[in-house]
T-cell receptor, first 115, second 113 residues
Framework: AQTVTQSQPEMSVQEAETVTLSCTYD???????LFWYKQPPSRQMILVIR??????QNATENRFSVNFQKAAKSFSLKISDSQLGDAAMYFC????????????FGTGTRLTIIP | DTEVTQTPKHLVMGMTNKKSLKCEQH?????MYWYKQKAKKPPELMFV???????INESVPSRFSPECPNSSLLNLHLHALQPEDSALYLC????????????FGDGTRLSIL
């Protein structure tokens, strides 16, 4: 069974500052994918960033980057230069690459941006 | 703008009604998904269609009936729902069902009276 754990139910950050959201996971597979999704109050789930487990290089998308520690099964999201539009619920998710079509989500972290 | 379109955005229905939720994508994706999301919780997978065939049914009650008429359309037929079925219903699609990121629609907010 796959599990994803987000230990921070809520986080807040000052506008323009940097914040890191934590995620740990567990899987018996060696080949898998990790994602961060953002869900603002408008409710659409938006893909923020994706990491393939076989890649050692950490993924980066503009102000968003991850710290992927495969041995520790850790996948944190760093948001630099936080903006008001970053306020949302952030979900970490895991997808196995061995015929398992289920995307396993963490419980989410609600991020508040302080102006 | 989302590339996965869900209609209606809001739906209020009685427990004896029959209604349908619709999801459409034109990205050429061959996998489509229905999720149920309660407030402040992550989405819970209900169904997966892969190449228009149902590949996963997560022990969903029979009052929810999915249908995939073609590769671009996914429906969720609702009948005799219970108050606890009130939730946000999200549709998603991906290029295939393994390894590809899922793209979500805006969801249908369903309220059962």
């Amino acid at each position: 069974a796959q599990t994803v754990t987000q230990s921070q139910p809520e986080m807040s950050v000052q506008e323009a500052e940097t914040v890191t959201l934590s995620c740990t996971y567990d899987t018996s597979e060696s080949d898998y994918y990790l994602f961060w999704y953002k869900q603002p109050p408008s409710r659409q789930m938006i893909l923020v960033i994706r990491q393939e487990a076989y890649k050692q290089q950490n993924a980066t998308e503009n102000r968003f980057s991850v710290n992927f520690q495969k041995a520790a099964k850790s996948f944190s999201l760093k948001i630099s230069d936080s903006q008001l539009g970053d306020a949302a619920m952030y979900f970490c998710a895991l997808l196995s690459n061995f015929g398992n079509e289920k995307l396993t989500f963490g419980t989410g972290t609600r991020l508040t941006i302080i102006p | 703008d989302t590339e996965v379109t869900q209609t209606p955005k809001h739906l209020v229905m009685g427990m004896t009604n029959k209604k349908s939720l619709k999801c459409e994508q034109h990205m050429g994706h061959r996998a489509m998904y229905w999720y149920k999301q309660k407030a402040k919780k992550p989405p819970e997978l209900m169904f997966v269609y892969s190449y228009e065939k149902l590949s996963i049914n997560e022990s969903v009650p029979s009052r929810f009936s999915p249908e995939c008429p073609n590769s671009s359309l996914l429906n969720l037929h609702l009948h005799a729902l219970q108050p606890e079925d009130s939730a946000l219903y999200l549709c998603a699609s991906s290029l295939d069902s393994v390894s590809q990121p899922q793209h979500f629609g805006d969801g249908t907010r369903l309220s059962i009276l």
